[in-house]
């Protein structure tokens, strides 16, 4: 159990650099344009949290006590994400086994990201922590969906459509 906020905060901070370099790996390892934007902005979001991190830990050093009225920047839902991004490719995506596996990571990570986010809730000791803790859970899933829809549509097995329809053909 983590016994000082810090604590929670510092395994945050660990996890979030490492998801990070993660998906800097897998960026390399893929040739596929849309895989590289997809890591692209999971690098840019677990960016954003560690930003948030530290900016809460720094707080609680100064003033010995988890800061009042924390925000977290509301990531764009995974639709929103998935037409900004389809538009800027169009026509067929192949995919290979190093973006498979990549993804398939990817989807690990962010599970285990709002997994560990809503424990850290559940062990929050007021309600500041709680609400920061449940709004980066809510980001990690977020994170999730838009990871699993590319994974099901690269993978064909759903019904998005990168051309914007939607349902078989």
Do not use: C
């Not at 538009?87 to 398939?104: D, K, M, R």
Request: glycine share 8%; no cysteine.
């Amino acid at each position: 159990m983590m016994s000082e906020p810090n604590d929670a905060l510092n395994y945050a901070v660990e996890f979030e650099l490492e998801s990070q370099a993660m998906y800097r790996d897998a960026k390399t390892k893929t040739a596929q344009p849309l895989a590289q934007s997809i890591f692209d902005f999971l690098i840019e979001q677990e960016g954003l949290h560690v930003e948030i991190i530290r900016k809460i830990q720094a707080s609680i050093d100064q003033e010995k006590g988890w800061p009042a009225g924390v925000t977290v920047p509301e990531m764009a839902s995974a639709t929103d994400v998935i037409t900004k991004l389809k538009g800027e490719y169009a026509g067929s995506v192949e995919i290979s086994t190093n973006e498979q596996e990549a993804l398939g990571i990817a989807l690990e990570l962010e599970g285990r990201g709002l997994r560990m986010y809503t424990g850290f809730a559940g062990k929050a000791v007021n309600d500041a922590e709680q609400t920061f803790y449940e709004k980066l859970a809510g980001e990690e899933a977020k994170h999730y969906d838009l990871v699993a829809q590319f994974s099901a549509y690269f993978f064909d097995m759903s019904d998005l459509r990168m051309d914007g329809d939607a349902g078989p053909e």
